[in-house]
């Protein structure tokens, strides 16, 4: 089984995009950074004890689901979009989602579109090897209107392009989008046009057939969101792990109380390890992509759905 | 030879299946058959258990199901609903355009640049040694990256094209460079062959229209992709718009449109090689004269003539008129659209492949020792008699080999069309078709299989030509 | 054998350099139309060079050299007339491997004499035949030995019609049973009276058709006589030597 | 003999000339500018042409480069200096970004303390291969050429040192086979043996007898994972083991594709033809997406050792035409001399054609290195991360987004320099084979 | 000299095809041990191949041959045996130019006789005295001259200690001067009592050392004789035109 594989290699293989602002990119000193990477510590702190016991693979848009298939990585934590396809055809077992996304568009002020129905005859950019070129075509097919599209291999290229004015409109994930726009010279000069032309759910996935090794990545997925809700932090997990508190829910959680630990197949404090690599799901969102960062994402669809948001637990119990 | 003196029958011995030079290459023959045999049934074994692990079946079927993604270059009609086989297509076409393309602006940069290489002017050989090195011992890859780069900071975009203090076009108000490529008019005709009817709004001008562009592989060399409507997303009517412009045209009135079809272009191709043959005649003409008399009549005006008047008469006949690019809703409509993507695939191709080309035809002159040019000089032969006679000749040997092999791999090169996203056979069957249906196995085999036939022929090609032109020897 | 008045070429006080190096120093000769003159002279000496010099392969820097009336200049015209006039052949024949014999012979009289084909062949098979090889007309030059190639060389050279020909030791990379074919030519050449140049250390061909042997050294002509007297009698210390040399192996 | 004429006066030189300078406008600088830059109308434009191109390149290209900023923690930090500096618009280099991140670009995500091993490798590399490329160099050397593909393997990935031995090990037996069993057995049955055997012990012994050693011994560097090699370094490594490990299965493939047994030459032509007919993206491409389906279920090792995998089927089929080549390049007589010593084919083969063949073939090796090398390139598309690769990657990083240039220009002129010298010495080594087949 | 009885080589009926072209036909030949014979005959008659069907260098495809005893079949082991029985010399020596002269010498007897090496030098010092260059032992074949590196070839196959030694056309690549010094090795070798076979052009050789000469044309053993009565009183047609050409120039 995939989880006695991890524990006998001592490391979790984990497999993230080759490089996209505030969801994965190495520093400096070789460490890699990002909200899909703080996933990835998680997990491996909760089944290994330390957030750094990761080997990150980096894997493009065309081989990432043969990396997951053939057992190369472990999880495959890049930004993909849960679809029906992948996730019965291609037969993967999508954990969870960690950031609700939609394919927007982008572009310069001084074109002077309002909207992306008026993008008729318009050079688009787009980002190859994803779902974005079929939403694209299928959004310029319902509205009957015409579009050049530029297929790029890369963001970086494909920003490059879109700065320069080879396109007119530049076409990812929002976030995506945000983040491009973060780090222009002028991001004030660039909109977001208001459409959001599909759904975007992406998380972390894993292969079908070993539903333990799903159930671990599924739930510290879950275990940082619920963290959030409950106002599990970085800053007060010790203490509220020390002793019982008087929430049962943060109990369970953190292994004060029940056997949710054993269940899974590991030791009792394996949610608290999650949550301390990183923090909660907040903590981490903050930290690599949220207002405060170059990224500058607001929490909007992915607020807790008890502020409006689609982030919603299933209960610990 | 009926007395064949083998030993006396001793009968077969097993040791001889080793130690008999007859049965010996036998005996290994068989063993390495069958070692290839298990190797491949082992292959292949492990591909049907671990598709059946993953619940996957071998079968081409996705190629008939609709593809669903655009593809902004197409040399023949394609929209997002016709299936992946024809995409496969679309891509294969735009591999062999740029392929083609290619080629031939290596082979002349590659001559230039060998010829100036062994120029005695020292800063002329320096440059076209810096041009060398320089393409040789970078990554191919690299250069690509980096022209794709180069022309889309460099160039003005097309809305830099707007207002009074903009960039201008060039050529009388008909090219526009910009950083998503080239704008260059189009050839279109008032009395086209077979366009007329497209601007008739009935529901089977389309399929009359995309019959004709089918049929004819020049029509399609002219639109590389025409203007504006690159992509047509209209599931019926708009696809008619075969001439970029006509279906606007349409829209307006009953009056003929000046557009362009298939038979008008197969028209011209024809004039042309008639033209040719024409000139040809001519040629041989000329050398009877010679022959005959020792002197040769001045030919060149009256080939140039053989094959540019009737092409003019063909172009009158036809009503051709330029259709000029100009600026539209974001870009620039009408004209022929050449993308950055293909430009920079090509340059990058022609430049790298050119200096080998370059080397090859250094080494092919260098190859003709100094005293055939000097025993051509003793009989009295002109320079530029002895370059067409004497030298050239015997260099073409020598440097047509190695040429045709790098036309090979520029073509294999062509692949790296992935890195500035040009959407050839590698990106459309070998890229999204696979990405979207999860067959990198058929997909990859049938990816594989094109480039081997491609590079088959060629290297058929070039095996005809070695044996036609081998030097005869003692 | 009898030689005319008349001057076919005239080299006086030419100079050649190559780069600084002094190749050609001071050369005077007068060659008389039907002369046949034999070159020597040591390894480096400038033999080659000088008579390269006279159809203009190789440019001289100073002096004159007058061939048949016409003075070698940078004149292309001059060029051309004086290359159609004299032929040359070299110690690795250079054909064109490319072409039939046939063809290496009719190239220059269709291309620079401009004479219809049909005429052209027909001297070239007259020529063939003087070399004794017509039955290669139609091979290529690869498929023929040494000393066959040579003597295509010379017929290609006598279809032009030259009035002079200049011979670069032709012999001297020729296997020696071939020697004698080529040599059989020359000296027949010889006794129809063409004014030959020949840089050759075939000594025994020298006696017999040579009218002046010259022997070269360091760039200077330094002696020059009769082949009897030059052979039997050589004046300079230099020539002593490169006799005793040359006639001792 | 000869009725001489009057005219032809014997003449004797007395004074020797001596030599003298030639004439003033044959020498110096003049003349060579005459004859080099402005000797005709064409090469007088050409002159100036070419003198325009090379200003208008160095005009843009020199300021912006020299004027490169150096200090700078990220892009927009860069930008300002360069505005303070320069002026608001002046455009220049930003080459803080090679400061922070050569060593990145050079080993990839190799742990920093230990970078001292791949440059103890590289140096290790050199030493190996000085005595095949350069014959002056002392034949003892070739020992270090035989065990350096260990020791290579051995200090970049490091693990337990007696993986290598073992391994080692293997190909000792085999060779003892070859010389011990082979008068006993003849020699078809020797080289049967001694592939059979070796590769039995390979798979079954050899993992376990490296463990229990470890256990008595414990010796060992430590480990470091693929994916933590990137870089010039991953570059370098999988071409260079692509070569080395073609070079075998090169060789036979040559071999194979000159004998005259039926089934095997088809089989290699057939061999060599796929693989060099498909452009090696594609087989990449396979290495990645396919490779998996080929092997038994449950088998997966990484992306790195099965693009060296196809790299190295890739590379021997360009290898089997250059040996080719120098196999052909061999006289007849030659075979004939070894058949007629009573020396049977792998012999031959071995003392007397391989040595001849394989010399005259390593400019043809080296040049397919270098090929291989600029290849390597391509592995971006699977996600390794090359030295191109890795530029994304840094431009991924918030603080080095919009980075472009510089770091092209970096690796460009890496692969230049790299390139650059190995076709020089292919050059050279051309020439002197050329010299002493004289 | 004296000829034994023992039969060294049999050779009956054999017939050779290159393709469809009869090269061989019916040669029957008895060489007896010590016999020196000298095979001559125009270029093409099938000389060399037939010495090479002896050492199955070429496999003749009817009739049979019988070296010391062994019948020539297609069986390795036989074919391993003769070959190590026989030594041959080419006519362009086919030294391996990437060893020294010493290894040249010493590896056939190391790899095939399995002689410690030491041993094996010796025994090819001594056959480097024997052809008169010791001296030259450890350079490479390149740094010698043509008549240098024919009498290092003839050391190689005396290494191997063969009873029976082919030579085909040993002399026939050399400079005049050189041809003596190989003649010479090989008369020595003769007088040694060697069973050779040798196809040569020299008639000296032949005269000298021969105890029979073959005359072959067309694939055919045409006559065979002693030296004397071959060259003063041939019988057949050819032979009589052969060695007027042969001995004429
Ligand atoms: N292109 C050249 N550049 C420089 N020096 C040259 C050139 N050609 C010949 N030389 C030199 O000029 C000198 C005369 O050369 P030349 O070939 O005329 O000698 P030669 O008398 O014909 O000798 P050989 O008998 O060897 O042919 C020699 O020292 C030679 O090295
Ligand atoms: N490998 C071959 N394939 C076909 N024909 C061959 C081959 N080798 C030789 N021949 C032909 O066989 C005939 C005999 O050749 P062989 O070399 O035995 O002649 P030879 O008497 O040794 O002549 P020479 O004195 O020229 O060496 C010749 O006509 C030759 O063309
Ligand atoms: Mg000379
Ligand atoms: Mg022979």
Redesign the pocket.
């Given at each position: 089984a995939t989880l006695d594989d991890v524990k006998a290699r001592g490391e979790l293989k984990c497999g993230v995009s080759t490089g996209l602002a505030g969801f994965s990119a190495p520093d400096a000193n070789n460490v890699w950074q990002g909200f899909d990477v703080a996933y990835c510590r998680a997990l491996a702190a909760a089944v290994l004890g330390d957030p750094m016991k990761v080997a990150f693979t980096q894997t493009t848009g065309q081989t990432r689901f043969t990396a997951l298939a053939s057992g190369e990585i472990d999880v495959l934590a890049r930004n993909t979009t849960w679809t029906f396809s992948r996730d019965v055809d291609l037969k993967f077992e999508f954990i969870g989602v960690n950031y609700y996304d939609g394919q927007g568009f982008i572009a310069p002020k001084s074109l002077g579109v309002a909207s992306a129905k008026e993008l008729d005859g318009a050079t688009v950019c787009i980002q190859t090897g994803t779902t974005t070129e079929l939403n694209l075509a299928d959004f310029f097919r319902a509205n009957n209107i015409s579009y050049e599209p530029v297929p790029i291999e890369t963001n970086a290229e494909a920003q490059q392009q879109y700065l320069a004015g080879a396109c007119d409109v530049y076409t990812t994930d929002a976030s995506g989008l945000a983040a491009t726009r973060a780090t222009f010279e002028n991001p004030s000069d660039h909109v977001i046009l208001p459409e959001i032309i599909s759904k975007e759910p992406l998380g972390p996935l894993v292969r079908h057939g070993d539903n333990e090794w799903g159930d671990i990545a599924r739930w510290t997925l879950n275990a940082l969101i619920a963290a959030e809700e409950y106002g599990v932090t970085s800053a007060n997990i010790a203490e509220l792990s020390s002793a019982p508190t008087n929430n049962p829910e943060i109990n369970r959680l953190l292994g004060t109380e029940g056997e949710l630990g054993a269940m899974l197949g590991l030791d009792a404090e394996w949610a608290k390890r999650a949550i301390m690599a990183g923090g909660n799901y907040g903590e981490i969102f903050e930290k690599n992509i949220g207002e405060a960062t170059p990224i500058g994402l607001s929490r909007g669809l992915n607020a807790q759905w008890t502020e409006g948001g689609l982030l919603y637990s299933p209960p610990f119990r | 030879m009926a007395t064949i003196s083998d030993p006396p029958e001793r009968g077969f011995r097993l040791s001889q299946l080793i130690f008999d030079t007859r049965y010996r290459s036998m005996t290994i023959q068989v063993v390495a058959m069958v070692l290839i045999g298990l190797l491949l049934s082992w292959l292949i074994s492990n591909t049907i258990h671990n598709l059946e692990a993953l619940g996957k079946d071998f079968n081409f079927g996705f190629l008939s199901q609709p593809a669903g993604y655009d593809i902004n270059q197409q040399l023949i009609d394609y929209n997002n609903q016709m299936t992946h086989g024809r995409a496969a297509l679309v891509g294969i076409l735009n591999t062999l355009l740029v392929a083609v393309l290619g080629c031939a602006l290596a082979t002349v940069l590659g001559v230039i640049a060998g010829v100036l290489r062994l120029s005695n002017n020292w800063v002329v050989s320096r440059l076209t040694a810096v041009y060398v090195e320089g393409f040789r011992n970078v990554p191919l890859l690299l250069w690509i990256v980096l022209i794709f780069a180069l022309m889309t900071e460099s160039m003005p975009a097309p809305r830099d094209f707007r207002g009074e203090d903009g960039s201008s076009m060039l050529l009388g108000e008909s090219v526009a460079i910009t950083n998503r490529g080239v704008y260059i008019p189009n050839v279109v005709f008032s009395r086209s062959l077979g366009g007329n009817d497209v601007a008739a709004p009935e529901p089977e001008a389309p399929a009359a229209a995309a019959a004709t562009t089918n049929m004819a592989g020049t029509y399609g060399a002219s639109r590389i992709a025409t203007g504006g409507a690159g992509v047509q997303t209209g599931q019926s009517g708009t696809s008619a718009a075969a001439g970029g412009e006509a279906g606007d045209g349409a829209a307006e009135g009953g009056e003929v449109i000046p557009t362009s079809s298939g038979w008008d272009w197969l028209l011209i191709l024809a004039v042309l090689i008639a033209g040719g043959v024409g000139a040809k005649l001519l040629g041989t003409r000329a050398a009877h004269i010679q022959e005959s008399t020792g002197k040769r009549p001045m030919t060149l005006p009256l080939q140039i003539a053989a094959v540019l008047v009737p092409l003019i008469v063909v172009l009158v006949g036809l009503g051709a008129s330029l259709d000029k690019p100009h600026l539209g809703g974001f870009n620039f409509d009408g004209g022929v659209h050449l993308r950055n993507s293909l430009i920079a695939l090509w340059l990058a191709l022609s430049l790298y492949t050119g200096a080998f080309i370059a080397e090859i035809v250094r080494g092919g002159i260098l190859a003709i020792s100094k005293g055939q040019t000097e025993a051509a000089y003793a009989l009295g032969l002109r320079p530029g008699t002895t370059m067409n006679l004497v030298i050239l000749p015997q260099a073409l040997r020598v440097i047509i080999p190695p040429l045709i092999s790098q036309f090979l791999n520029l073509t294999k090169n062509s692949s790296l069309a992935i890195a500035v996203g040009y959407m050839d056979v590698r990106s459309t069957l070998g890229g999204i078709t696979i990405n979207q249906t999860g067959r990198e196995l058929e997909g990859m085999l049938l990816l594989g299989l094109f480039y081997l036939v491609l590079s088959l022929l060629i290297s058929g090609v070039m095996n005809l030509y070695n044996s036609s032109v081998k030097l005869k020897e003692r | 054998m009898k030689v005319s008045d008349e001057v076919a070429i005239q080299i006086t006080k030419m100079n050649k350099w190559?780069?600084t190096?002094h190749?050609l120093r001071d050369i005077d000769l007068t060659v008389y139309r039907g002369e046949r003159i034999v070159i020597a002279?040591p390894?480096?000496?400038?033999?080659?060079?000088?008579i390269r010099c006279i159809n203009r392969l190789e440019e001289h820097q100073a002096g004159s050299i007058v061939v048949d009336g016409i003075e070698l200049s940078s004149d292309l015209k001059n060029i051309d007339k004086i290359r159609s006039e004299v032929g040359m052949c070299f110690q690795h024949f250079n054909l064109f491997p490319h072409l039939t014999i046939l063809e290496n012979c009719t190239l220059a009289p269709i291309w620079v004499r401009k004479i219809p084909k049909k005429q052209a062949e027909e001297t070239a098979m007259h020529f063939l035949e003087k070399v004794k090889i017509p039955e290669q007309a139609n091979k290529y030059p690869g498929q023929l030995s040494g000393g066959q190639q040579q003597r295509v060389a010379i017929a290609r050279s006598l279809c032009m019609k030259p009035r002079i020909m200049l011979f670069d030791?032709p012999t001297s990379a020729l296997d020696p049973e071939m020697i004698k074919e080529v040599l059989d030519t020359m000296v027949e050449l010889a006794e129809e009276g063409m004014t030959m140049l020949c840089?050759t250390h075939e000594m025994g061909f020298a006696r017999q058709v040579a009218n002046r042997v010259i022997f070269?050294d360091a760039g200077q002509i330094v002696e020059q006589n009769e082949p009897e007297e030059f052979f039997n009698n050589p004046q300079h210390e230099r020539t002593k030597l490169f006799l005793s040399q040359i006639l001792g192996h | 003999m000869s009725d001489t004429h009057a005219q032809t006066v014997a003449y004797v030189r007395d004074t020797m000339l001596d030599q003298q300078d030639p004439p003033l406008n044959q020498v110096g600088a003049v003349k060579w500018i005459r004859e080099n830059l402005f000797s005709g109308w064409l090469n007088i434009l050409l002159t100036l042409l070419s003198l325009w191109v090379v200003y208008a390149a160095l005009s843009h290209l020199l300021p912006w480069a020299l004027r490169g900023i150096w200090d700078a923690s990220n892009l927009s930090e860069c930008r300002a200096l360069a505005a303070e500096r320069y002026g608001a618009d002046a455009s220049v280099a930003c080459w803080a970004v090679l400061a922070e991140r050569w060593p990145q670009l050079i080993f990839g995500f190799f742990p920093k303390e230990l970078y001292w091993r791949p440059i103890l490798a590289f140096l290790l590399f050199l030493a190996a291969v000085a005595p095949v490329l350069f014959s002056s160099v002392p034949r003892k050397m070739l020992w270090v050429t035989a065990l350096a593909p260990f020791a290579l393997f051995w200090l970049i990935w490091g693990g337990s040192i007696w993986g290598p031995i073992a391994a080692i090990l293997g190909f000792v037996i085999g060779w003892a086979i070859m010389t011990y069993a082979a008068p006993k057995i003849g020699a078809l049955l020797a080289v049967i043996l001694a592939i059979i055997v070796p590769v039995l012990y390979w798979l079954f012994v050899c993992g376990p007898l490296a463990g229990a050693l470890a256990s008595v011994v414990p010796l060992s560097l430590q480990t470091v994972a693929t994916q933590k090699m990137g870089g010039f370094l991953l570059a370098t490594i999988i071409g260079v083991s692509g070569i080395v490990l073609s070079l075998p299965l090169g060789i036979l493939l040559a071999l194979g594709r000159q004998s005259d047994m039926f089934i095997i030459n088809k089989f290699s032509v057939a061999f060599i033809e796929i693989i060099r007919g498909v452009p090696l993206i594609v087989w990449l491409f396979t290495a990645s997406l396919l490779l998996n389906y080929f092997l038994p279920p449950g088998t997966n090792f990484d992306l790195m050792l099965r693009v060296i995998i196809m790299v190295t089927l890739f590379s021997a089929a360009y290898i089997a035409e250059v040996v080719r080549g120098g196999l052909a390049a061999l006289p007849k007589g030659q075979y004939e001399a070894a058949d007629a010593l009573g020396l049977d084919y792998w012999k031959s083969m071995r003392l007397i054609i391989l040595p001849q063949a394989l010399k005259i073939s390593i400019p043809g090796i080296v040049n397919t290195f270098i090929g291989l090398f600029k290849d390597t390139t391509l592995v971006v598309f699977i996600g390794l991360l090359d030295p191109i690769g890795l530029s994304s990657s840094i431009r991924a990083s918030t603080d080095w987004n919009g980075v472009y240039w510089e770091l092209f220009v970096f690796i460009g002129l890496c692969f230049f320099i790299f390139c650059f010298s190995m076709g020089r010495y292919s050059l050279f080594l051309e020439k002197k084979l050329r010299r002493e087949h004289r």
């Open positions: - | - | 190559y780069g190096f190749v002279g390894s480096g000496s400038g033999k080659s060079t000088m030791e840089v070269m | -």
